[in-house]
């Protein structure tokens, strides 16, 4: 007798930082050298929730809460690495990275390399990013091209939850250095309230997304809008305007800036012509001029139009009116949009 | 005084032997190709060069109370620091020659040297390996075992935040790590008492609720005494310690330096001052004759010889291997497929 | 359906030392139509600065969501209705 297979629909969801948090717990349940440090994450939880009620089950020792001392704990993590364990060392704030970035750039993410492939740094670099909650500049940054820039780590960024699980199980049992940036705004914090989208149905069991593989959120065929984090939510909201118009949009969600999927950003542009890309980074130096450079260089003659939403090369400002000039918003995504048909 | 054996002398005065022999002998290597116009990139062995003759008894003290699981990170004047953990001096040599089959295949050279057989690492920021030293016995700690871990660094390298941060962290976890000062007086050309107060910079310990004690003069065998204290703690799970060590800095701070901004009787100092020919007085007084001492002599030297031989014969790396070893995982990382799951659509 | 065979979804617990008697719906974390088991968390709700998780008190059907997202309730108002399996 012909068994039938039914394919179980997953209909739990979760937020993102449930997600990011039910992978950490499996990870850590699994494997004794797996273990969380940052400040705050052990009775409060972690600031964006990213260690959540780990505490309770995992006690101090593995939720190691650490002083206000990035150089020392970023760089114990890279020690601690180097001898076999798995730390997952958070950045409560990326913009924090510049007090230790000594210990992630040329420490974490290069000994593998200096070292001819013999050593290896098999930690997590975890960091809350973004902003649109006036936080200002010195707290709101994303940073996604800094840190794609410096070569020696993969960097990722999720923006859904059934993406954060994936990639976190990948990120803790990959032998190399992860930074995994999750966006504040995406993570489902009572008091920082998250848009439609980033809560998603999420597997009960583990399973992996592997890196540089990016994601089609949307398919369409006039315009191609490559982004991440927090943007892609924006964009399919601006997709769903732009379908009102007549115009079909497809967006593809990068999930991974290092390694970097090009091909499926290529595809994509060579159907549709027009490639948009958004950014919650600066402008100047960084993920929209990465992008179309890649594409350019691929695939020129498939380019019709470009367009680069992202950040202009200012600090991010405080009052209200400012901070939201400076962010792109869903109708910038839109403009820009109508500006390639 | 806890006794040292005469075994234990004799194998620190070959470590410093050994170690005084080949900076000297890199020292011939290094200028080759490079004069008359000293052109840094030229010759066989490329770049900068940090020799650390005259710091030998800084290495060899502490590292006679060290096994191959204690993990050690040194600066960028670490060959010393390398023979005494037990370094592989072959490939070593042939990775500061640039070579493929050196111990980074060419990739680090003489300020990036690792050796994970020993637990040894060193790197070119100062201060940098202390934090990845406070990891290294983190990591003891939370897995049970005895190793400790040891961070080496200089004088000028204690005001660094990455040496304050580290001195606390491993006093508030209670990690078994000690810090190795090396006072050479000398950061590059900025004298000691320029750019700090403090006279003793183990006193920096103090303000950590940390022991801290200060060798004064480069003498093995007080370093041994000092390090015995200190790893013993470190084992026995009573915390960190700092040592600092005085020095001598024989040479420039890096080769091609003119030090002329050195008095001369600052110097002249430094060359009277050996703590190998000190050593050797002490294996005399303890019964070691002229002979077995030159013995040693001899051994370090062929040793030396030895392995500069060896990695001059290496080959050069393959210019495409520039583009290895970035990652020890596939880029994908454990994974390269998808999972293929549907998940409820939604219904408002 | 009978409405006698329906579940209530309530704040089991009110927390401690929470002054206030109203809250705020934060998240859903199945939707209307979908199953759940019983103990697993249906929604989770914020009581002045304190978030807690509500549990399904059953397993069951999330038949309907009275209080959805960002919602404000008092306690002992019925968030839900399940209907158990």
């Not at chain 1, 670099?125 to 780590?153: C, E, I, K």
């Not at chain 1, 549709?272 to 890649?294: C, F, H, K, P, Q």
Request: with cysteine; glycine share 8%; aromatic share 6%.
């Amino acid at each position: 007798m012909a068994q039938q297979e039914k394919r179980e629909v997953i209909e739990r969801e979760l937020t993102m930082s449930r997600a990011m948090v039910e992978a950490i717990a499996t990870e850590m349940r699994d494997n004794e050298e797996v273990f969380y440090m940052g400040e705050d994450v052990a009775d409060y939880g972690g600031i964006f929730d990213s260690t959540e009620g780990l505490l309770d089950e995992f006690g101090y020792d593995r939720i190691m809460d650490v002083p206000i001392s990035e150089t020392a704990y970023l760089g114990a993590a890279v020690g601690a690495a180097q001898e076999g364990m798995r730390p997952i060392a958070e950045l409560m704030f990326v913009d924090f990275f510049g007090v230790a970035m000594d210990q992630i750039y040329n420490q974490m993410a290069k000994n593998t390399y200096m070292s001819g492939g013999n050593v290896s740094v098999p930690m997590v670099l975890t960091a809350a990013v973004g902003g649109t909650y006036n936080d200002a500049a010195q707290h709101s940054q994303t940073l996604y091209g800094t840190f794609a820039h410096v070569p020696g780590m993969k960097v990722v960024v999720p923006s859904t939850a059934y993406d954060a699980k994936g990639l976190m199980h990948n990120a803790i049992r990959d032998d190399d250095p992860v930074v995994y940036m999750f966006h504040k705004r995406l993570m489902g914090i009572g008091w920082l309230p998250a848009p439609k989208g980033p809560k998603t149905p999420v597997p009960e069991e583990d399973y992996t997304i592997p890196f540089g593989s990016a994601d089609l959120k949307r398919e369409g065929d006039d315009v191609t809008i490559v982004t991440l984090g927090l943007h892609v939510h924006r964009a399919l909201d601006a997709a769903e305007s732009l379908a009102d118009d007549g115009v079909d949009a497809e967006v593809v969600d990068l999930r991974s800036l290092v390694p970097l999927d090009t091909d499926t950003i290529v595809e994509s542009v060579e159907k549709t012509g027009n490639l948009v890309v958004v950014d919650e980074d600066y402008r100047s130096y960084g993920v929209t001029g990465e992008i179309v450079a890649s594409v350019a260089d691929e695939s020129l003659g498939a380019l019709d139009a470009v367009e680069r939403v992202a950040l202009p090369d200012v600090p991010i400002p405080y009052s209200r009116p400012l901070e939201q000039e400076v962010v792109p918003d869903a109708e910038d995504i839109e403009a820009a949009v109508q500006r390639t048909q | 005084m806890v006794g040292v054996s005469t075994t234990q002398m004799k194998s620190m005065f070959e470590d410093m032997v050994t170690a005084r022999h080949y900076e000297e002998r890199l020292q011939e290597e290094y200028l080759e190709g490079k004069q008359p116009a000293f052109d840094i990139s030229a010759g066989p062995i490329p770049g900068e060069l940090h020799l650390a003759a005259g710091h030998e008894a800084a290495g060899a003290g502490v590292c006679a109370h060290l096994r191959d699981d204690d993990t050690v990170t040194a600066p960028h004047r670490p060959h010393h620091v390398a023979i005494a953990k037990g370094v592989d001096l072959k490939r070593m040599t042939a990775e500061i020659f640039g070579r493929e089959t050196g111990l980074g295949k060419g990739k680090g050279g003489h300020m990036h040297l690792f050796d994970p057989d020993v637990n040894f690492a060193c790197s070119g920021i100062i201060a940098e390996g202390c934090p990845p030293a406070a990891g290294a016995g983190l990591a003891a700690k939370k897995r049970n075992t005895d190793s400790v871990a040891v961070a080496y660094l200089g004088e000028g390298a204690i005001d660094q935040g990455a040496f304050l941060e580290s001195l606390n962290f491993a006093a508030v976890h209670d990690l078994p790590v000690v810090f190795v000062i090396e006072d050479n007086d000398w950061a590059i050309s900025m004298p000691k008492e320029r750019v700090t107060d403090v006279e003793n910079g183990a006193q920096r310990a103090a303000g950590f609720e940390l022991p801290g004690v200060r060798v004064d003069h480069d003498d093995a065998l007080a370093v041994y005494d000092a390090a015995e204290e200190a790893v013993g703690r470190a084992r026995d799970r009573n915390g960190p310690t700092v040592i600092e060590v005085q020095v001598h800095r024989r040479m420039g701070h890096f080769m091609g330096d003119p030090e002329s901004y050195r008095p001369e009787e600052d110097q002249a100092a430094a060359q009277a001052r050996d703590s190998i020919e000190r050593l050797a007085d002490d294996l005399r007084s303890h019964g070691v004759d002229d002979d077995t001492i030159e013995e040693l002599r001899e051994s370090a030297h062929e040793r030396v010889e030895e392995a500069i031989e060896w990695a001059k014969d290496q080959p050069q790396p393959d210019p495409e291997d520039a583009h290895e070893d970035m990652f020890v995982n596939p880029p994908s990382g454990v994974t390269d497929t998808e999972p293929d799951y549907e998940l409820a659509g939604g219904d408002d | 359906m009978a409405d006698t065979d329906r579940v209530a979804v309530t704040v089991a617990e009110w927390p401690d030392d929470a002054d206030s008697d109203e809250g705020v719906v934060v998240n859903w974390f199945i939707r209307e139509g979908r199953s759940i088991d019983e103990g697993k968390s249906l929604c989770e709700v914020q009581v002045e600065k304190v978030s807690l998780d509500v549990l399904a008190p059953v397993s069951g059907t999330l038949v309907e969501v009275v209080c959805g997202e960002d919602d404000e309730f008092a306690r002992g108002d019925t968030l839900a209705w399940m209907e158990p399996a």
